[in-house]
């Protein structure tokens, strides 16, 4: 057998935008070791990608040139569909912040570490001969079933003196970071309103909004990972609420509403007597209708006593539930919804709604 025929193409194929050629070689090198890398110019990113793994971004974020040239190419669907790799000058959290606005699902800084770039991008840009639009929709298929797995644990058998461990929800959270990660929030949110029941779907959308916000701001993946767990069961209690009272068409009565609002103490109760779950996950389902104010229930916490785990959390999950459709009442607009937390003014931290505006707008 000749030596061509036992060669084997590279598995990735990467695109490097890049408005600093200079500075981009060395990333250039790096990448060649994982995959074929096109090296374009940020003003030349084709409007259309073909067979491309992923993108990397190696730009001066304070151009205001070539960070619009780069909005406006990322914001293709085609784009928005593949991973999207940025290069910070530093590690600063507002380089960060903005890379992940306008579009990064990962970024690295400089000094550029071999090793570690290396690392990061055989995670973020899988082997294109395994990696194209039905592993993706496997990959959704997976978290959402991950997902919905820990529901059914949650609503139907904790309730009864079921098992549900700190164990079994880390597997759950690796399978939907991965999900969110290599396909869209957007993807996330039409499977699962097509195919999960509603005592489901509230939690699975307030899973995904967190995801989505977490990654936006540039969390660390292990903070991601907090998020990720802590919205994933910020709702326990109300596997011990009546179904009759959650799922009523009309308005509920005094008593059933007193019964609502035990449902955060009854799921911390519960999540304890399971042990080993970690403190900050104990605090948002107890704590996540709690507001910034003091009227929120059930502590009556204000201000500082409020962690920032719980304050994001709280906006996903009162978003959420505007943006859904109710037994008692259609679903509020995605303008309305927001203009109704404006509202609110300091019952929540306005900033991270402000925060939060372009991920909520941007899933639909």
Not at 74 to 98: C, G, I, T, W
Not at 147 to 153: C, D, M, Q, S
Not at 334 to 347: C, D, L, P, T, V
Request: aromatic share 6%; proline share 5%; with cysteine.
């Amino acid at each position: 057998m000749s030596a061509t025929a036992t060669q084997t193409s590279p598995k990735r194929r990467l695109l490097l935008a890049s408005d600093r050629a200079d500075q981009s070689s060395e990333l250039a090198d790096i990448l060649k070791s994982v995959g074929d890398v096109d090296m374009v110019a940020t003003s030349d990113i084709p409007v259309t990608p073909s067979g491309l793994s992923g993108v990397v971004v190696d730009i001066n974020l304070r151009s205001p040139e070539s960070v619009q040239a780069v909005r406006k190419k990322l914001q293709a669907d085609a784009y928005m569909q593949m991973p999207r790799l940025f290069v910070l000058a530093d590690a600063l959290h507002h380089a960060s912040m903005q890379a992940w606005a306008l579009g990064a699902t990962d970024t690295i800084s400089r000094p550029l570490d071999r090793d570690a770039i290396l690392q990061r991008i055989q995670a973020a840009f899988p082997d294109s001969e395994r990696y194209d639009a039905s592993d993706r929709g496997k990959m959704l298929n997976r978290g959402v079933a991950a997902a919905h797995a820990i529901f059914v644990k949650m609503f139907e058998k904790l309730p009864r003196g079921g098992v549900l461990t700190f164990e079994e929800v880390q597997q759950a959270e690796t399978k939907i970071l991965k999900a969110i990660k290599h396909s869209s929030l957007r993807e996330w949110l039409t499977t699962v309103g097509c195919h999960h029941a509603a005592s489901y779907r509230h939690c699975l959308f307030v899973t995904g909004f967190a995801v989505a916000f977490a990654q936006h701001l540039g969390m660390r993946e292990e903070d991601q990972r907090r998020l990720t767990r802590a919205a994933l069961l910020h709702d326990v209690g109300k596997a011990f609420v009546p179904v009759e009272i959650l799922d009523k068409p009309g308005q509920l009565s005094e008593p059933e509403k007193l019964e609502i609002r035990r449902h955060p103490q009854r799921g911390y109760d519960a999540l304890k007597a399971q042990g080993n779950f970690p403190p900050e996950m104990l605090d948002v389902v107890l704590h996540h209708h709690e507001l910034l104010d003091g009227s929120g229930y059930p502590n009556g916490l204000s201000g500082g006593q409020i962690s920032d785990i719980v304050r994001l959390t709280t906006i996903v999950d009162i978003y959420t539930a505007l943006v859904e459709r109710r037994a008692y009442r259609l679903p509020f607009t995605h303008s309305r919804a927001f203009s109704i937390m404006e509202s609110m003014g300091g019952k929540l931290d306005q900033q991270l709604l402000q925060a939060f505006r372009p991920v909520a707008f941007g899933a639909y």
